[in-house]
């Protein structure tokens, strides 16, 4: 068990991470999940059911904030100034 909580901290740490190092961008999970892959930030596999859960939570802390595209249903998140600065403080 501690290890899924462990995953499920690592998971949230990473999607931190790669909406606070690109302020004003927003990413869809399937971005977000990519851009981890790619760089390796965890070293267990993640799906985008795992991430969404992580960045609802990022949400509930107010670290990141959602918003919708206007022509679909696509969800964008990023990064607010409160997870930018908790991700640069190393909190």
């Known amino acids: 068990m501690a290890t899924g909580l462990t995953n499920n901290e ?3 740490r990473a999607c931190l991470e790669v909406l606070a190092t690109r302020p004003g961008a927003a990413l869809n999970v399937a971005g977000i999940k990519r851009r981890i892959v790619a760089a390796q930030t965890l070293d267990f596999r993640v799906s985008e059911e795992e991430i969404a859960a992580a960045l ?3 949400s509930s802390q ?3 904030s959602s918003r919708h595209d206007p022509f679909g249903s696509t969800v964008y ?3 607010t100034g ?3 600065l908790h ?3 190393g909190n």
Do not use: N, P
């Open 62 to 64: 107010g670290l990141v």
């Open 77 to 79: 998140w990023e990064a």
């Open 56 to 58: 609802a939570f990022l």
């Open 82 to 84: 409160d997870g930018i």
């Open 10 to 12: 690592e998971t949230r």
């Open 87 to 89: 991700y640069e403080r």
